[in-house]
Nanobody
Framework: QVQLVEFGGGLVQAGGSLRLSCVAS????????MGWYRQAPGKQRELVAV???????NYADSVKGRFTVSRDNAKNTVYLQMNSLKPEDTAVYFC?????????????????WGQGTQVTVSS
């Protein structure tokens, strides 16, 4: 099995910064894309940022220029540096990873999610 555990959420004032981390562990052969999603109360879960194993990134328009996603492939870890935070960034942030697992001669990939971490930005 594969587990994703997030760290780093909390309460911050508008204009402040937070850094989220997510560590993947378990029977991992390799990890493809890793990223962050968020879900605010009453809204659908939305993509925040995604990063490929080679370091290519994609961001939601609402966070471009303020958030930076990065990863450490050796540590199976993805980070989200969030600067210039706004009240509208308040949400539960979820880590996501596409993980390849191996069982004997079988290789398969699946989406895995973390449990979520609350980020609250006060005005």
């Amino acid at each position: 099995q594969v587990q994703l555990v997030e760290f780093g959420g909390g309460l911050v004032q508008a204009g402040g910064s937070l850094r989220l981390s997510c560590v993947a562990s378990g029977t991992i052969f390799s990890i493809d894309d890793m990223g962050w999603y968020r879900q605010a109360p009453g809204k659908q879960r939305e993509l925040v940022a995604v990063i490929t194993p080679g370091g290519s990134t994609n961001y939601a328009d609402s966070v471009k220029g303020r958030f930076t996603v990065s990863r450490d492939n050796a540590k199976n870890t993805v980070y989200l540096q969030m600067n210039s935070l706004k009240p509208e960034d308040t949400a539960v942030y979820f880590c996501n990873a596409v993980v390849v697992v191996r069982s004997g001669s079988y290789y398969g990939s699946s989406d895995y999610w973390g449990q979520g971490t609350q980020v609250t930005v006060s005005s």
